[in-house]
Nanobody, 126 residues
Framework: QVQLVESGGGSVQAGGSLRLACARSGDTYSTGCMVWFRQVPGKEREGVAATDGKQFANYADSVKGRFTISQDNAKNTLYLQMNSLKSEDTAMYYC????????????????????WGQGTQVTVSS
């Protein structure tokens, strides 16, 4: 089992920045691709960024150039640095771990996610 706990959400003005963190514990060696998703009530969960903790990183078009995903393996922590935030970035953000590599998981296959965090709310006001 793997436990994921997100932190760092909050309210910010448009143009501002936030850094989300996701602390992993448990059997972390069983995880493959790490992904940040977000969800707005009434809409489907959307993949935002994915990484394998090494060279691979992939982003949704809507956040490219503004968000950066990174992973500190020594601390077992995943991060999402979010800059130039827009009101449309308002959502609940979830950290997720797949047991598959990123080339199989990507941003569009939530069915390949094995473990989910509880989510952290990000609210951007214009």
């Amino acid at each position: 089992q793997v436990q994921l706990v997100e932190s760092g959400g909050g309210s910010v003005q448009a143009g501002g920045s936030l850094r989300l963190a996701c602390a992993r514990s448990g059997d972390t060696y069983s995880t493959g691709c790490m992904v940040w998703f977000r969800q707005v009530p009434g809409k489907e969960r959307e993949g935002v960024a994915a990484t394998d903790g090494k060279q691979f990183a992939n982003y949704a078009d809507s956040v490219k150039g503004r968000f950066t995903i990174s992973q500190d393996n020594a601390k077992n922590t995943l991060y999402l640095q979010m800059n130039s935030l827009k009101s449309e970035d308002t959502a609940m953000y979830y950290c997720a771990a797949s047991t598959f590599p990123c080339w199989l998981t990507g941003l569009s296959n939530p069915q390949r996610i094995r473990f989910w965090g509880q989510g952290t709310q990000v609210t951007v006001s214009s």
